[in-house]
């Protein structure tokens, strides 16, 4: 078994008789054993959990991580949880060579003749260490459910404790704390180890977690920790405060797998060092993904399943035809319905932006909204719906719909007259939602009574034929009428799938690679029905859509703001996928309620920049008279924000989009950006959360063919003074909104920024060699 782990383990070496072979005993007090190269050691205990981990003589590790080197998660056959650490085993053998540690446990008390591999594999002097493992004769009595895997707490030096730490987490398209009480503090947001029914919050890959690598920073050092899994097997990806010492990263692996008594990881876990913040951190998982994984589409710049519509960048403008900003409520037409009600404001808009507009229609069906998984047909009827759609067009507009996934309505919470509970006894559908591991049928995600929550009802899996029979079906009805973007999976965040234990559905009883694969295969068979109806129609979901299914959904409903609730959002996303994929603003749910607007009305103007500077198409989300609110799930009767200021500051923007920086805000690979030194605003919170403090302007740096440009946005209506700070002398043009270009030659570069106004650096190619 341990040559077996050793050949799968990316072709290494086997280890030598020459190695060195540790029993128990300690090499000196208090450490165990010592292996790494000039870059990177790893110092571990007598049972093999991480010490430390220390780059260049720096620690990356706190110091009392006192943490097991794996936990494994077994089911028993009636879903009984066992989970078995790798501190009980009773044996722990080592064995090391010069690139390589192998660590084997045996002797469990639960499980007898379990044995578990560790491997450990360093390349020659990189700071990069990869892990792997891999179990035999795993008991015929279990399953395996998911492995955490290897254990790793970083230092609670965030500015709460008083230090400059930050750490980085892949949710809601990238985030950066500098505290985490306000999210330790949300029953909501909290971190927490992931278990059936999934509650479309927390860190799931590929799903609101989007990408697999995590990140601790200081001022010394940082510590890289990350999947490189081109399989995109399911996992959490969280992080958990230890008291007031420590933060646990983890890695919980759903490796669910048939009735075989052995696992090997078909992936490396990956620990190392680097220097820098989460930009220098995603560069080397940008790296990694571009080198091996299959997944990922051609360019964008390149992409033949791309309209011509996406790259020319529309505005979108999102609003319900039915009730009156809210999820809940009232099922009653509004001001937008009949659809064509709606035609004035988006022809105001598309003069007043100089675009095309696309008006994305929410409860809109008429089943009853957010009801998966069927939505056809229409509110109003299919030729007043097609009607609406012919006139947009004949405008040069175009049209869009939220649909909800594929979970299953029992009964609907907003439209108590809607119910499907006689189809589901009648065709037995209990055997195709997806079930936890004891049989139990539960669903969280947009599921609660009338006043509370959208629908009573399941997930569907996607792995019966019942499914995708059913998506490709209203799909193809959707089609046929004169939709031109389908966000149907909505409320499947990141495009989820939901866990399934349901090994009678024809896969394995636990979740694992299988689910990302009969995922895939459903948005597959989705995007071939899309295709059929002979114009360009695309798919979408909630949140960006995870790595895995980005060939699938090129333009998604961006969830970045739920970040505010708790932290603070970064473009991670835009880093790693942006050259693929072009995602808009989103609907923005519920961010009204988390920010002061009284005290803090400029947020909005910095959330259109923000969204700008990372390359995101512009939406809005409009209120009743066809002004723009605050965000989804906000009352209509509030006062919304400046709407002349708001206008003003898109049209700009998407001007500057359209126009000069068309080919790096659509086409180009973001980079790490020169910093930008200029003043500062206060953002309120509602709530016990302290005030932060964000930039008036912003900035990003952009590479595109031999072209690289910094690209900064003014979202104060008042000029602003910034200084730009270069690694080197650099050459170039300066151009603004207008079209006006000036020449300069400097090491660092100031400026005045008109308010509400973007700027355009365009370096001089034998000058700007700073792609990373």
């Known amino acids: 078994m341990t040559d077996l782990v050793i050949d799968q383990f990316n072709r290494i070496e086997k280890v030598s008789a020459g190695c060195q072979h540790h029993d128990f005993g300690k090499c000196k007090k208090g450490h165990f054993m010592f292996f790494g190269n000039s870059s990177i050691q790893f110092d571990f205990t007598e049972r093999y959990s991480l010490r430390q981990i220390l780059f260049e003589g720096r620690p990356l590790l706190a110091s009392r991580s006192g943490n097991e080197l794996f936990v494994l998660s077994f089911v028993d056959r009636e879903g009984n949880p066992s989970r078995l650490s790798s501190a009980d085993f009773l044996t722990v053998q ?127 050092a940082g510590l890289y920790f990350a999947a490189h899994d081109m399989h995109h097997l399911p996992k959490g990806v969280e992080l958990i405060c230890k008291g007031t010492d420590s933060v646990r990263l983890f890695y919980q692996i759903f490796c669910g797998n048939h009735v075989s008594d052995h696992f090997s990881l078909p992936f490396s876990l990956v620990t190392g060092g680097f220097r820098g913040n989460w930009e220098n951190a995603a560069l080397i998982y940008r790296k990694w993904m571009e080198e091996n994984d299959k997944s990922l589409p051609e360019k964008l710049f390149s992409n033949p399943q791309i309209p011509d519509w996406l790259k020319e960048s529309p505005v979108v403008l999102i609003y319900p035809v039915k009730g009156n900003g809210f999820d809940t409520g009232s099922v009653s037409g509004n001001e937008y319905f009949p659809y064509s009600n709606a035609l004035p404001t988006v022809r105001r808009y598309a003069a007043r932006w ?72 009648e065709k037995h559908l209990e055997n195709i939602m997806a079930a936890g591991p004891r049989g139990e049928m539960r669903a969280t995600i947009c599921n609660g009574p009338p006043g509370i929550g959208q629908r009573i009802g399941y997930e569907m899996c996607p792995a019966c034929d019942f499914t995708i029979d059913t998506v490709c079906n209203e799909i193809r009805k959707i089609t046929e009428s004169q939709v031109d973007y389908i966000q149907f999976f909505d409320q499947n965040q990141g495009c989820s799938a939901p866990l399934c234990y349901n090994s009678g559905h024809g896969h394995p009883a636990a979740p694992g690679q299988w689910l990302t694969g009969a995922m895939s295969h459903l948005l597959n068979e989705s995007m071939r029905c899309a295709s059929k109806s002979g114009r360009p129609v695309i798919l ?68 259109m920049a923000y969204s700008f500077i990372s390359g995101e198409v512009l939406s809005v989300t409009l209120k009743k008279h066809g002004e723009i609110h605050w965000s989804w799930v906000c009352d209509w009767e509030e006062d919304g924000p400046d709407q002349e200021i708001l206008q003003e500051l898109i049209g700009n923007l998407n001007d500057m989009r359209r126009g000069a920086a068309h080919d790096f805000l659509v086409f180009g690979r973001m980079q790490v950006s020169c910093p930008v030194r200029c003043n500062h605003w206060e953002l309120h919170f509602t709530g016990r959360r302290s005030p932060i403090s964000l930039p008036w302007v912003l900035s990003s740096n952009w590479s595109f063919e031999e072209r690289t440009a910094q690209i900064l946005v003014n979202c104060n209506t008042e000029k602003e003074a910034v200084r730009i700070e270069f690694p080197d002398v650099r050459r170039g043009l300066l151009i603004c909104a207008d079209g006006k270009k000036s020449s300069f030659c400097e090491r660092s570069l100031k400026l005045e920024i008109p308010g509400l106004q973007p700027v355009m650096i365009e370096f001089q190619r034998e000058e700007a060699g700073h792609d990373a």
């Not at 998911?146 to 030096?157: A, K, L, R």
């Not at 180890?193 to 999934?198: A, Q």
């Not at 175009?398 to 509970?421: A, E, F, H, N, P």
């Open 94 to 220: 080592a064995f090391s060579g010069k690139k390589v540690l192998r660590v084997i446990f045996s002797g469990h008390n639960v499980m007898p003749g379990l044995k578990a591999v560790v491997a450990v594999r360093l390349q020659d002097d990189e700071p990069l260490a990869h892990w792997h493992i891999a179990l035999e004769n795993i008991s015929e009595q279990f399953i395996l459910e998911w492995i955490d895997f290897p254990g790793i707490s970083v230092p609670y030096d965030l500015h709460e404790r008083g230090g400059n730490g930050k750490i980085f987490w892949p949710g809601a398209e990238g985030v950066v704390f500098d505290e985490l009480q306000t999210r330790e503090n949300s029953e909501y947001f909290k971190g927490r180890v992931l278990s059936y029914p999934l509650n479309g919050i927390s860190g799931y890959y590929p799903g609101t977690c989007p990408m697999q690598f995590m990140a601790h920073w200081n001022d010394d």
């Open 354 to 425: 100089n675009c095309r507009i696309m008006a994305l229609l929410m409860h809109w069906e008429g089943t009853a909204p957010w009801a998966p998984p069927y939505v056809w047909p229409p509110f109003g009827g299919e030729e007043m719906f097609s009607e609406f759609g012919r006139a947009l067009h004949d405008d040069g507009n175009l049209l869009g719909v939220y649909c909800s996934g594929i979970g299953w309505t029992q009964s609907s919470s907003i439209d108590t007259g809607y119910q499907r509970k006689k189809d589901f006894e």
């Open 540 to 607: 979408g979901c909630e949140n960006a859509a995870a790595q895995p299914y980005i060939r699938y959904l090129p333009f998604n409903d961006l969830r970045n703001h739920l970040a505010w609730a708790f932290a603070r959002p970064v473009p991670a996303y835009s880093m790693l996928f942006h050259e693929y994929i072009n995602n808009f603003t989103g609907n923005g749910v519920c961010l009204a309620g988390w920010f002061d607007r009284r005290k803090s009305p400029q947020f909005l103007q910095f959330r």
